[in-house]
């Protein structure tokens, strides 16, 4: 059983950073791609950025292009998303999902608890 647990959201001013971690269990994580999802209120999940087997492989949504990073450290079978320049509109709760597969669907089998991520403008 595969099982993913965030860390690292919080209360952060506009135009501030966060790094979120995603620590996996279970599973062979360096097949694994992993991804970060969030969720704002009153809105619908949507996926944020994504990392393949290896840190060269990443995705990003348009609305986190250039602010965001996503890496990974297959030793410490960890996934992190670095914040930066971050706008009211990034509030969300930020979930790690993974397929544990090197393919990720829009709705991955594993899912974390969530993190909760505010900025105050």
């Known amino acids: 059983q595969v099982q993913l647990v965030e860390s690292g959201g919080g209360l952060v001013q506009a135009g501030g950073s966060l790094r979120l971690a995603c620590a996996v269990s279970?599973?062979?994580?360096?097949?694994?791609?992993v991804g970060w999802f969030r969720q704002a209120p009153r809105k619908e999940r949507e996926f944020v950025a994504s990392?393949?087997?290896?840190?060269?492989?990443?995705v990003y949504a348009d609305s986190v292009k250039g602010r965001f990073t996503i890496s990974r450290d297959n030793a410490k079978n960890s996934v992190y998303l670095q914040m930066n320049s971050l706008k009211p509109e990034d509030t969300a709760v930020y979930y790690c999902?993974?397929?544990?597969?090197?393919?990720?669907?829009?709705?991955?089998?594993?899912w974390g608890q969530g993190t909760q991520v505010t900025v105050s403008s």
């Open positions: 990392v393949g087997r290896s840190s060269g492989i990443t």
């Open positions: 999902a993974t397929d544990a597969s090197p393919v990720l669907t829009t709705t991955p089998d594993y």
């Open positions: 279970g599973g062979t994580f360096s097949r694994f791609t």
